[in-house]
């Protein structure tokens, strides 16, 4: 089953060195979750104040810059990972170095057909 491990954090608890290690360690689990067949995709995202909001009510779209709500925690990155289970998915999220400083979302992914292959 393939799941999205959304990664949530305030983006201003981590120094720079602290982010550069997280980056290296998340490197590294992608690489250890692409040996073991595991590793579907993921990727950092840049700060929230690169964020654009679009939404559509009553016919017009509407864009604001930043996020759609105000929270303490940042969408940060995410991981995309095909595991046998969610008990699988919860240790993979444990090994994810962001873990320590904020929320590792777990959510499966609704495989519909008509997709795009890659």
Same mark, same amino acid.
């Given at each position: 089953?393939?799941?999205? @491990?959304?990664?949530?954090?305030?983006?201003?608890?981590?120094?720079?060195?602290?982010?550069?290690?997280?980056?290296?360690? #998340?490197?590294?689990?992608?690489?250890? @979750?692409?040996?073991?067949?595991?590793?579907?995709?993921? #990727?950092?995202?840049?700060?929230?104040?690169?964020?654009? #909001?679009?939404? =559509?009510?009553?016919?017009?779209? @509407? =864009?604001?810059?930043?996020?759609?709500?105000?929270?303490?925690?940042? @969408?940060?990155?995410?991981?995309?990972?095909?595991?046998?289970?969610?008990?699988?998915?919860?240790?993979?999220?444990?090994?994810?170095? #962001? =873990?320590?400083?904020?929320? =590792?979302?777990?959510?499966?992914?609704?495989?519909?057909?008509?997709?795009?292959?890659?």
């Amino acid at each position: 089953m393939k799941y999205m @491990l959304l990664i949530y954090s305030d983006e201003n608890a981590w120094t720079d060195d602290e982010q550069e290690r997280c980056y290296k360690e #998340s490197v590294q689990l992608t690489q250890d @979750l692409h040996a073991s067949g595991k590793y579907l995709g993921a #990727s950092p995202l840049h700060s929230v104040a690169t964020a654009t #909001s679009v939404r =559509v009510r009553d016919g017009k779209r @509407l =864009v604001t810059d930043g996020p759609f709500a105000e929270t303490r925690e940042q @969408l940060g990155g995410y991981f995309l990972i095909d595991a046998q289970d969610l008990d699988e998915a919860i240790a993979i999220a444990g090994r994810i170095p #962001s =873990v320590y400083k904020g929320t =590792v979302e777990i959510r499966p992914i609704v495989e519909l057909t008509g997709l795009p292959a890659d």
